[in-house]
C-alpha cells in the first residue's frame, strides 16, 4: 500500500474534497431504517432471547452484548426492526446523539436509532468511521433549544465523501486496525486498574501482608471490624489535621507565575495533576497571600474538593509543593512522623468521602466528621511505607498505559483527519 499526500483538491456541495472523489448523500448510497419499543406493559414481550439494542448500547463502539431482550412475540407485536452483524447504527436524539456503532451481533432496535445500509458502492466501515469523525460537526448543525437533536430524515441528508471503493476499503482497514490496538490499551487499563483496586483492598485492611512485616499473627476484634494483630485504629485527628481553603476573588485570579500556586476544584483536572498537584491555573505573591490571609498547605497534603458535587467524585490529590487553596477545598497536612503520607493518601483514596456529606441543600464535607474518621494502620511506619510503595509502583503502571492510551487515541483523530479528508491518499 503507497501512501502519497493528496496533489489536487475538488470543489463540491460538501466542500473541497480530495480530486476523484465525490460528495454524494447517505440516501443515495444507503437504506435507512429505525426501529421500536414493544409495549413495556406487556411483560410476554420482554426477557426473550432477541437482543434489543437501545440508544445507550452505542457507547460500546462496537457492540458484542446488551442487557437488553425481547421475545419474538415483542418483535412481530411492535415496530421494532432486526439488524444484522456488521451494520451501522446511529444514535438520533438524547445524551447519544449521534453517536455511530457497529453490531456484532443479530439484534432488533429501538426507535432512537437508525439503522444504516450501504450498497455495495459504499464500505460500511468507511462509513462508520467517517460519522464518527463528523460527529460533533452535526451535533453543532442540528441543535434545537440547545440540546442535538437528529431524525432519520437528517441523518438521509449528509453528505459524505466518497472515494472509489478500493480506497475506501483501505482507508476502513488502517483506521479499523487503529480502533483494535485502542481496544487492547483499553481492556489492559481495566485490568491493571481492577488488579490495582484488589491490592489496595487487600494490602490496605492487612488481608495481604507484604513479607517480613507480619510480626504478631492473626486478628483482633475491633470498634471497625476485625484487624491484624499489630496494627491499630486512629483517628484521623491523630495522624494530621484537616483545614480548608480561604476565599480567591476574581481580582487575584488569572496570573501564571508567583510564589504559590492557589489550586482550585478545576485545577484537579489538570494534565499532570492526576497524582500530585503539579500545576495551576493561578499563582500568588507573598504579598497577596497576606492580603488574602490565605494559609499555606505543606508539601505532601493531600487535598480534595469539600464543597459542591465535586465532592462525589471522590477525587484526591498531593501537593507537590508549598500551596494555597480556595475555600471549595481541604488539605490533610500530617503531623511530623505520624504516617506515611502516601499510605494515608491510598486510604483516603479507599475510602469514600461522599458517604460522610452533611444532608444539607449544598453537598459539603465537614470538618470534625473528617477528623473522627476511623482509619486501621499497620503500627510499623516501615510496614506502611513498604505497602504505599508497592501500591505506588502499580500505580505509576496504571498511569502509564493510561498515557499510551491518550495518545494511541490522539494519532488515531489525526489519521481521520488526514485519510478521511483525502489530505493524504492511500492508492
Known sequence: MEVATAPERNQTELGVIAFGWTAQRISELAECF???????????????????????????????????????????????????????????YGATAGVAARTQIPAAINQAILAIKPSKILNTEFLFQYLRFQKQAYLDTYLQGGQPNLSGEIVKSFLIPVPALCEQEAIAEVLS????????????????????????????????????????????????????????VVEAKQLGNFRGGTGFPLSYQGATSGAYPFFKVSDMNNDGNETFMRT?????????????GAPTFAPGTIVLAKVGAAVFLERKRILSQTSCLDNNMAGFTLFDGSADHRFVHFLFRNTRFGDLVS?????????????????????????????????SDMDDEVAAINDHLAKACNIKQGMMQQLLTGKVRLV
Do not use: C, H
Open 177 to 232: 486496525n487503529a480502533d483494535a490496538y485502542i481496544e487492547s490499551m483499553e481492556k489492559l487499563l481495566a485490568k491493571k486498574r481492577a488488579i490495582m483496586q484488589g491490592a489496595m483492598q487487600e494490602l490496605l485492611t492487612g488481608t495481604r501482608r507484604l513479607p517480613g512485616f507480619e510480626k504478631m499473627p492473626g486478628w483482633k476484634s475491633t470498634e471497625v471490624g476485625s484487624i491484624p494483630r499489630d496494627w491499630i
Open 359 to 391: 444532608t444539607t441543600a449544598l453537598p459539603a464535607l465537614n470538618g470534625s466528621v473528617l477528623s473522627a474518621m476511623k482509619l486501621i494502620v499497620p503500627s510499623d511506619l516501615q510496614e506502611q511505607s513498604a505497602i504505599s510503595s508497592a501500591l
Open 34 to 92: 429505525s426501529g421500536g419499543t414493544p409495549n413495556t406493559s406487556v411483560r410476554e414481550y420482554y426477557g426473550g432471547a432477541i437482543p434489543w439494542i437501545t440508544s445507550g448500547d452505542l457507547n460500546a463502539v462496537r457492540i458484542r452484548d446488551v442487557e437488553g431482550r425481547i421475545t419474538k412475540l415483542g418483535l412481530a407485536n411492535s415496530s421494532a426492526k432486526m439488524v444484522e452483524a456488521g451494520d451501522l447504527l446511529i444514535a438520533l
Open 280 to 292: 495551576s491555573n493561578n499563582y500568588i505573591s507573598e504579598t497577596q497571600r497576606k492580603l488574602l
